[in-house]
C-alpha cells in the first residue's frame, strides 16, 4: 500500500491587499495635510488671540487619551500582544486609538506587523533606508518613512499579517467606526470647549488646538518614531534592523522612541528598560494590572535585558 501523499503546504499569501478607491485616497490626503497645514498656521495663530487655558487642557487630554491609545492598545496590546486585556479595556484603547486619527486598528496593526516582518528591508512599509546612503537618498527616505508612505495606494493584507483581529468580533466593529470616530476626535473637543466657555468662539479655538493641531502633533510624534528612530540615536540592544533610542522624544511618545529596545524584544510591554529612561506607555500597563483590566503582562527581565544588551566586542 501507497503511503497518502501530503499536500503541498500553502503558499504563504500576498504582502499587500486592495488598493485604495479614490474616495479612500482622497480622505487620507485631507485628513494627513489639514491637520498639517493647521499646524503650520498654529504659530502666528496664536500669537495674535486665540490660545486659552481651556484649550491648552483639552488639548492636553486628548493628546493623552489617543495617544496611549496608540502606543497602549495599537501597539503593545493589539500588534504584540504585550498583555491581555479585559474585554472593557479591549475595547476602549481601541476606541481611544481610533481617536488618533492614524487609521483604523485593523490597518494600523497590519502595516506595524509588516514593518517588524521586513524591518529596514525591501517589503518594509516606512523604512527610510530604501533608496540608499547618499545625501539626496538619505533625505528621500526620511520623507518616506515620516509621512511619504501614507500616499500609497497599496494596503497592507490584513488576512496575512492580522488575521487574529479579523476574528475579532469586538475589534471589527470598532475598526467599522473609524471614521465616525475621526469626526468624534475633531468635533468633541469643540463641543465641549464651547461649553466650558459657553461661547462660539472657546467652541472654535478648541476645536483649532485640541482638534486638528493636536491631531497633527500626535502624527508627527508617531510618524516621528518611524523616520528618526530609525536614522538617529543610540543602539545599546542587539536588533536585525536600524532602529534606534531617541531619548528626547520619550515623553512626548509615551516611551516609544526606546525604539532599538522595542525591537530587539518586540513583545515586551516596558520599552525603557534601563536606568533614567521614561515609559509612560508601561506605567499605565502597570496600574491596568493592578486593577486585574491586564493580565499575561510581559514585563522584561534582567536576564532577559542582560542577554540582548550589545557587548563591548559585539
Known amino acids: 500500500m501507497t503511503a497518502a501523499l501530503k499536500p503541498p503546504p500553502a503558499a504563504p499569501k500576498p504582502i499587500l491587499g486592495r488598493r485604495r478607491g479614490t474616495t479612500e485616497q482622497v480622505s487620507v490626503y485631507l485628513f494627513l495635510l489639514i491637520p498639517l497645514a493647521a499646524l503650520a498656521a498654529a504659530v502666528p495663530f496664536a500669537w495674535g488671540w486665540g490660545l486659552g487655558w481651556t484649550d491648552i487642557a483639552l488639548g492636553f487630554a ?18 504584540h500582544g504585550s498583555f491581555r486585556a479585559k474585554r472593557g479595556l479591549k475595547i476602549a484603547l481601541a476606541v481611544a486609538g481610533g481617536l488618533s486619527a492614524q487609521g483604523s486598528v485593523v490597518d494600523w496593526v497590519a502595516d506595524h506587523r509588516r514593518h517588524h516582518a521586513f524591518s529596514d528591508r525591501e517589503g518594509d512599509p516606512h523604512s527610510p533606508w530604501l533608496f540608499g546612503t547618499g545625501p539626496i537618498a538619505v533625505m528621500r527616505g526620511f520623507w518616506h518613512a515620516h509621512m511619504g508612505w501614507l500616499f500609497d495606494r497599496d494596503r497592507t493584507n490584513a488576512e496575512r499579517f492580522a488575521p487574529d483581529l479579523l476574528e475579532d468580533e469586538d475589534l471589527q466593529r470598532v475598526d467599522r467606526l473609524f471614521p465616525v470616530l475621526t469626526v468624534v476626535t475633531m468635533l468633541l473637543p469643540a463641543a465641549l470647549g464651547g461649553l466650558i466657555t459657553w461661547s462660539w468662539q472657546g467652541a472654535l479655538t478648541a476645536f483649532f488646538w485640541a482638534g486638528i493641531v ?46 532599538n529596545t522595542h ?46 544588551r550589545v557587548r563591548p566586542q559585539d
Open 62 to 79: 486628548f493628546f493623552v487619551i489617543s495617544g496611549m491609545g496608540v502606543t497602549v492598545g495599537y501597539h503593545r496590546l493589539f500588534t
Open 214 to 259: 493636536r491631531v497633527a502633533l500626535l502624527h508627527h510624534t508617531t510618524w516621528s518614531v518611524n523616520s528618526i528612530c530609525h536614522m538617529l540615536g543610540d543602539r545599546p540592544f542587539r536588533a536585525r534592523d536600524r532602529a534606534t533610542n531617541v531619548w528626547p522624544l520619550a515623553l512626548i511618545s509615551f516611551g516609544e522612541s526606546w525604539h
Open 263 to 308: 525591537h530587539a524584544d518586540p513583545t515586551s510591554a516596558r520599552h525603557g528598560v534601563l536606568r533614567g529612561q521614561v515609559d509612560v506607555s508601561a506605567r499605565l500597563i502597570w496600574v491596568f494590572e493592578k486593577l486585574g483590566w491586564a493580565t499575561h503582562v510581559r514585563w522584561p527581565t534582567p536576564e532577559r535585558i542582560a542577554k540582548l
